[in-house]
């Protein structure tokens, strides 16, 4: 693919790791304001952005990630690894309320990842799909994720698998052609204990999604 590249006024190109400040900063924002997980944990805005620098020059050497701008400001990510990529152990030690939503994701994609490792190599895994606020409603998720899709296509990726934690999102990844393969429900999910997820009144499940490409 020829990168960057524009529609409806927006520029789309891959995150690189100069770039990945604002990237970080706006999937921060977004997800402590919006995300159900991180909200029902109590993710601050400050963690979210802790967890995700670190993550990054490990996760964009990958290029993979796709980022939206307008007006030269970041106003969407899509953030994306090969499924077999794993986050640095001090990525995730920098979010202290990240442990139930990683138990949750582990669980729900556990057998997912029992497939023979030469099949996840060539599967793009979308983690964070995020848009500004005020930029909502103009088709830029959409676009972020058929970006993000055909650049993984592009380099080699044959399916791509995401989990979709509430149903707007899962709506804009069945409109890419994603079918649900996997479900954890917020009510009988336990961690320690307790369910941390049980109190979610804007969803009431994770679903896996998986599309061919």
Known sequence: MQFPMESGGVRYDLIASGDF?????????????DEPLAVATGQTREELTAMLSLTGPSALAEQLSIGAASDGRTVGVAFATAFTWLPPDEAVAASPNYAPI????????????????????????????????????????????????????ARGMIAAVSDATNPA???????????????????????EGEKPFAGI?????????????
């Open 201 to 213: 009144a804007t969803a009431d499940h994770t679903a896996l999604m998986f599309c061919t490409l």
């Open 21 to 33: 400040a604002p990237a970080a900063t706006l999937v921060a924002e977004v997800f402590a304001r």
């Open 169 to 191: 999102s899962r709506r804009t990844f069945e409109a890419a052609g994603f079918t649900a393969i996997g479900q954890a429900h917020y009510a009988d999910f336990a961690f």
């Open 102 to 153: 990683g138990a949750l994701l582990e669980e729900l994609e556990a057998e997912f990842g029992a497939r023979p490792r030469e099949e996840l190599e060539r599967c793009v895994h979308v983690h964070m799909l995020a848009v500004d606020r005020a930029h909502r409603d103009r088709g830029i998720g959409r676009e972020l994720l058929r970006v993000c899709l055909g650049n993984a296509r």
